[in-house]
């Protein structure tokens, strides 16, 4: 696919770096504002050569690492904050580094050493019923994926309705939760251009990912797909002409975007429902079902898909737990 060419606005620079290994992204976009010293937002993975790619897209835009004074990152997941520390250290001098506090985890040492596969996930995959050998698969990814950052320690916690300035800009922090707990939209205001991160994507519609780690939240009774419709709504109230996200192009038509995207999840509660007519089932059995060619990397973002909707049919009172477990079983309420 063919990336189209981001609309020219001053003091903004879009920065698409090719992404590869990762799905269907296609692209890691990293945006410079400023004309001197910079903000970056998202830095894209750390991977073999991707410094030097980033470094001469830079240059392209006429910056480089030492113009660097802040990175904003737009929520805690290695293809947004992986490059952070490289490009500190490439800039000469202290950068600062700013995220949502329910993400700040994510990127810490202990977590990039222990978190990434522990006990928890262990627990619930087996809840869902997920067979060893694909168990085993996502366990070695989980630990592959440590390669793609490093850590970040020193995070300054980025809050809902903060504003970070700079020569000619104005970014407004909006915490929109959904695909990770810490996820943030940041607008400017002045040009109506939204960098969205992977709330907003225009060729594929964000995964919500449950979070097993709730205790380490603002709110411990986070639930993905509930934050990220409400999230939704919240965006949908901006007066936005641009949006900019993580990955590909950019989007010129955010209102029917959102319009799918609550469609996309209707029809997937549905979905599950109707297959909870016949019976009760278990995760991995429903995920099956619904994406009965689902390719072994992706199995543990449709096995989250498929319970973060779960979660919110039980809200509803639309479905129930049938059986704890393990596996537990759900039905139709």
């Known amino acids: 696919m063919t990336i189209k060419p981001f609309p020219a606005i001053e003091g903004i620079h879009a920065l698409a770096i090719p ?9 890691s976009n990293v945006y410079v504002l400023g004309t001197g010293p910079i903000t970056l937002i998202d830095t894209g993975p750390k991977y073999p050569g991707a410094l030097e790619v980033l470094r001469s897209l830079l240059n392209g835009a006429g910056f480089d690492f030492p113009d660097v004074e802040r990175i904003v990152m737009t929520h805690g997941h290695i293809d947004h904050f992986g490059m952070a520390a490289r490009i ?8 600062s580094c700013h995220m949502h506090v329910d993400d700040i985890w994510r990127a810490s040492s202990d977590y990039i050493r222990d978190g990434f596969w522990n006990d928890e996930v262990e627990g619930f995959v087996r809840m869902a019923h997920v067979p060893e050998p694909a168990i085993e698969r996502m366990r070695q990814r989980s630990h592959f994926f440590k390669h793609f950052c490093d850590p ?14 700079g020569e000619g800009f104005a970014l407004e922090a909006i915490h929109t939760p959904g695909h990770s707990p810490g996820s943030c939209c940041l607008f ?14 225009k060729h594929i519609t964000p995964n919500p990912i449950m979070e097993l780690r709730r205790s380490l939240l603002s709110d411990p009774g986070y639930q993905s797909l509930k934050a990220y419709e409400a999230s939704l709504e919240k965006v949908n109230g901006l007066q936005v002409r641009y949006a900019f996200s993580g990955h590909g192009e950019y989007i010129d038509d955010l209102y029917s975007l ?4 609550r469609e996309h999840h209707e029809r997937r509660k549905v979905q ?3 297959a909870l007519a016949g019976g009760s089932r278990d995760i991995y059995g429903l995920t099956l079902e619904l994406f009965p060619d689902i390719p072994d990397h992706e199995i543990s973002l449709a096995v989250s898909e498929v319970f973060s909707h779960l979660e919110v049919l039980m809200n509803e009172g639309r479905a129930a737990v049938a059986e704890q477990g393990p596996p537990a079983l759900f039905s139709v309420a």
């Open 258 to 261: 959102i319009a799918r995207y």
């Open 152 to 165: 970040l320690d020193g995070i300054t916690p980025l809050q809902d309705g903060e504003v970070l300035t």
């Open 272 to 274: 599950i429902l109707q």
């Open 188 to 201: 400017e205001r002045d040009r109506g251009v939204l960098f969205t991160g992977d709330h907003i994507i």
């Open 88 to 95: 500190t250290e490439a800039a000469g001098h202290p950068v």
């Open 19 to 27: 992404l590869t290994g990762f799905g269907d992204l296609l692209t």
